[in-house]
């Protein structure tokens, strides 16, 4: 008798069950968290602890939002975000903290210059240590989350809020420092070291951290988008923006040994030019991966798993808002968010498309397509009368020359796309002959990938 699917899972080891696996990774979070917690509490006082706790979560709602909206062509679960944000506040600012700390007291007992071992600990320990614990939540969700982590807008979002997370915990224990410190000596206001510190670390450089990560996060995500052929790039290239981090880390920490106008000098010359840079390349990141969507779905449109329209809409973020808008005024909160998931799902299957047609497809190509393709067809009632309205709603005006002599029995162009009678592609033959779904009955059974072909998506 051959084995069932679930067979194999009902016979695993205990430590090989999923909510073996999350609960152990949750409690391991956790109790970094309540580590650091009790870390930072007994170097700044409860006191100054809260004041750094509310001055340093302000700039977290805007990080996290500005990675949300680049990753709005292919969302990633919130699952993935909510384990990088906790990784960076607490397990790598745990790790970083007391690997600081030790390595700092080793430099001064070794060389008994207290000054100096701070220096190098700035300069060059910290941006190693930190920038390594960072990095190693960007690579668990690469090895175990691999389905989510398939280009580069994946490296910086993963990346990007690990660091924020980072960034959180550190500014909580500057800031209540700093707070600490004016206690003592009576500062207040303007001149106040707590002022100070705030507009370096909230004002002028809340993107700091980031944007060390994001360099780890890019050379994760071309790796993602290599091939198997390209062996040497799979490899290099995570631990090259590893090592890029950590060097534009030491040249900010070392900024404030350059004299007075060093930190100025180095925000200007290399922090400011990198943020454009590094924004500059996501955003068209982002419009490309739109590109790909675009170019990739017809094909699913011409054997009848997709509309006609429906291509423009999904490639379009203006479009796939004015559709959640429309199915939200119409159907409520719950088909709205049917219609995200469509357009969610819609992307993934573009972007497999697109990897096995470069050759990048995994062996389970097909099986993922099916999946995808089902996900699609369970919310296809509730997605396409809003994608087709944000189709017509969005599209471009088609100048049309009228002709001199009278036209009978022509039909308007659909949604603008200039081509009539669309409505009646369904039950006509779809790429390699395959039989398109006949209005919205049953998806059909034989062989209706698109995609398949035995040559470029063989693995």
Known sequence: MPPRPGDALRHAHWWQRPWVRYGALIALLALSGLVILALVREQT???????????????????IAAFRWLDRVEPGPWRNLLFSFAWGACAA????????????????????????????????????????AKAAAVLLVFLFRRRDFTGILDGVVIAGVTATGFAFTENILYLGTAFGTDQVTGGSGIASVTAATFFVRI??????????????????????????????????????????????????????????????????????PTFGVLTWLVVWTRQRELRTVRAELPAYALAGWLTPAEPFALGSMRARRVARQYARRHGGKAVARAVAQYEAYATSLAFLRHRGRLGRAGTDFVERERELLLELWHRREAARPALDHAARATAPPIPVAVPPWPMHGVHGAYGGYGVQGMHGMHGTLGVHGVQAPHGYGHPPQA???????PGPYRS
């Open 203 to 272: 004002v002028m450089s809340p993107f700091a951290h980031p944007l060390f990560t994001v360099l780890t996060g890019i050379g994760f995500g071309i790796s993602a988008l290599s091939t198997q052929r390209q062996r040497v790039r799979r490899v290099l290239l995570p631990p090259a923006g590893l090592l890029l981090a950590m060097g534009m880390h030491a040249l900010w920490n070392g900024s404030s040994t350059l004299g007075d106008y060093g930190f100025f000098a180095v925000y200007l010359a290399f922090m400011v």
């Open 93 to 132: 600012a745990l790790i970083a903290i007391v690997a600081n700390s030790f390595a700092t007291r080793w430099i001064a007992t070794a060389t008994a210059d207290p000054s100096s071992a701070d220096t190098l600990g700035a300069t060059v320990i910290a941006p190693v240590v930190e920038e390594t």
């Open 45 to 63: 006082g409860t006191e100054g602890f809260l004041v750094g706790l509310g001055l340093a979560v302000l700039p977290v709602p805007l990080l």
């Open 447 to 453: 062989h209706p990938y698109p995609a398949y072909q």
